[in-house]
């Protein structure tokens, strides 16, 4: 698997690139927020409710001084308001009263499993939110796995599994060394602009020599639209 993961990150990089980091390491409370937004959205939508939070407050514990219908409708643009103000409330709310203070410092010192097992006891926080945190604000060699990623990894054969939660366990250990960033952003955009969940683009993708996938698409084919902003490598 390891070496299949390897091939594949590869072809990635000589098609698309290394993605761009920022300089920084943004901070992991941001992300998981940002996180929390982009759910069954895209990233510019995202991006605009995000920064409508940052910018009606100065510290992410005033959240708490709102009512949530104030804080539903700054994000109203990123969908699911209630669902996704609540989770964002109540996961303040839960540091504050273990903590005394709103901020994710306490989890840098933890190993992977330890973090994904403290974020993920707050309600709405799922796997996937975790190890976004892990990666994007935290640096470490994880491959947060969505949609996308679970479409991809299952079409071209690395795993045969039923959730993106069942094939995020299934690679993590996998994964090559320093290579997370580049394969988990790299397949983001191969599955928003190539392998798609219908009529994939299989005569212009990058790793279709690679790709077991049985309803391969060689037919329609249809010019490729570029999709490369990405929500978490843009939180600074």
Known sequence: MKKKIQKINCLLIEHFGIPERPKRLPDPLDIIIGTILSQNTNDKNSYKAFLNLKKSIKH????????????????????????????????????????????????????????????????????KTASCVLLF???????????????????????????????????????????????????????????????????DCPIESECNYAEKNFTSKKPIKKNDFFLLDSIK
């Open 137 to 203: 604000a935290l640096n470490r060699n994880v491959c947060p796995v969505d949609t996308h990623v679970h479409r991809i990894l299952n079409r071209v054969g690395i795993v045969k599994t039923s959730t993106p939660e069942k094939t995020f366990y299934k690679i993590e250990k996998y994964i090559p060394e320093n290579s997370a960033h580049s394969f988990h952003t790299n397949l983001l955009r191969l599955g928003r602009e190539y392998c798609t969940p219908t009529n994939p683009k299989c005569y």
């Open 60 to 127: 992410w514990d005033e959240l708490l001084q709102m009512k949530p219908s104030q804080v539903e409708k700054l994000i109203k643009v990123a969908g699911l308001g209630k669902q996704k103000s609540s989770a964002i409330i109540n996961l303040i709310k839960n540091l504050k009263e273990k903590n005394g203070k709103v901020n994710l410092s306490h989890i840098k010192k933890m190993n992977d499993g330890e973090i994904i097992e403290e974020l993920t006891s707050h309600k709405g926080i799922g796997v």
